[in-house]
């Protein structure tokens, strides 16, 4: 008997591990989004980066539990950004509708000429890719499809010639500027609630 009832506990909470929801982001302006979810209180837990079209809705899996949902109009110039608390307590739908106005502005459109990749667009954000000595926390890795990681916080980037924004998923947001292999900056928190300090990094690789 007590071996059945062990059974059924691992089984149940394998499913309760394995358990998702899913979300539909409506995407109300005329820019478009990238858009992800990273667990508060474990940032390994994160759902797939997603690109939201202008004016359309998109639905995908999330992870359950407390989340954060990071989104970034990373092909407008510049770029902007939000992030919100948003819970996933049971499998199911969940619903989320994004205007201009949750971004602080009236209007949102992409830059003229945007393309689909915004991290490699231009050819001198390719030397990005790879590992960075970072002043803080050990190694940055930035990956070609605009994603990068530093243990178990991770984040997505862009680049516009020299000047690269990073957005995290523990809360900061940082912008930087390219000059040969070393990256300067400033970084603040996100939502922004003040204060600035210095980020920078060095290619290792």
């Not at 990273?38 to 940032?43: G, K, L, P, R, S």
């Not at 459109?109 to 030397?127: F, H, I, K, M, W």
């Not at 590992?131 to 862009?158: I, L």
């Amino acid at each position: 008997m007590q071996r059945i009832l062990l059974t059924l506990i691992l089984c149940l909470a394998a499913a309760a591990a394995a358990a998702e929801a899913y979300l539909t982001v409506h995407n109300n302006t005329d820019a478009t989004l990238n858009v992800e979810t990273v667990n508060i209180y474990d940032t390994a837990v994160y759902s797939d980066a997603v690109t939201i079209a202008p004016n359309s809705s998109l639905r995908f899996p999330v992870p359950m539990g407390q989340s954060r949902l990071l989104v970034e109009a990373s092909r407008m110039k510049p770029p902007l950004n939000i992030s919100r608390e948003i819970s996933f307590l049971r499998t199911g739908e969940y619903q989320v509708e994004l205007f201009a106005a949750d971004f602080g502005t009236s209007f949102m459109a992409d830059a003229p000429g945007a393309a689909a990749t915004p991290a490699l667009e231009a050819d001198g954000c390719n030397v990005l890719i790879g590992t960075w000595a970072w002043f803080v926390n050990g190694d940055v890795v930035f990956h070609p499809d605009g994603t990068h990681v530093q243990g178990t916080n991770r984040g997505t980037w862009t680049c516009d010639g020299a000047d690269v924004t990073m957005t995290w998923s523990h809360g900061y947001f940082d912008t930087l500027t390219l000059a040969g292999t070393r990256l300067d900056g400033t970084g603040r928190p996100e939502p922004d609630t003040g204060g600035r300090w210095a980020v920078w990094g060095e290619r290792r690789d």
